[in-house]
């Protein structure tokens, strides 16, 4: 069974980085597509930006600013974001789906495997 562990979140100050980090364990993450969701207190969860077996896609209003990458070797997907905004502030999970590694990952519905996800506060 997948199972997958973000880590990298805090308190930045606006314009400041941060790198985020999906590490998985009992499977090999090149098998999936893996997302970055974003989700607020009180509202739904939101698409971020994902990468299958040789696509990186992203959020209209994240291009330019974060930038998704794999390390097959260490079983591990990030997410660096840069140019943070307060707007930015929410929990960010990582999840992986299996149908998805040769399509176009922007697909909520088709994630089986979620983290517990990590905070992420822009405030000055």
């Known amino acids: 069974q997948l199972q997958l562990v973000e880590s990298g979140g805090g308190l930045v100050q606006p314009g400041g980085s941060l790198r985020l980090s999906c590490v998985a364990s009992g499977n090999t993450l090149d098998d999936y597509a893996i997302g970055w969701f974003r989700q607020a207190p009180g509202k739904e969860r939101r698409w971020v930006s994902c990468i299958n077996s040789g696509n990186t896609y992203e959020l209209d209003s994240v291009k330019g600013r974060f930038t998704i990458s794999r390390d097959n070797a260490k079983n591990t997907v990030y997410l660096q974001m840069n140019s943070l905004k307060p707007e930015d502030t929410v929990i960010y999970h990582c999840?992986?789906?299996?149908?998805?590694?040769?399509?176009?990952?922007?697909?909520?519905?088709?994630?089986?495997?979620w983290g517990q996800g990590t905070q992420v506060t822009v405030s000055s």
């Open positions: 999840a992986a789906s299996g149908t998805l590694k040769y399509r176009q990952c922007d697909k909520d519905d088709e994630y089986g495997y």
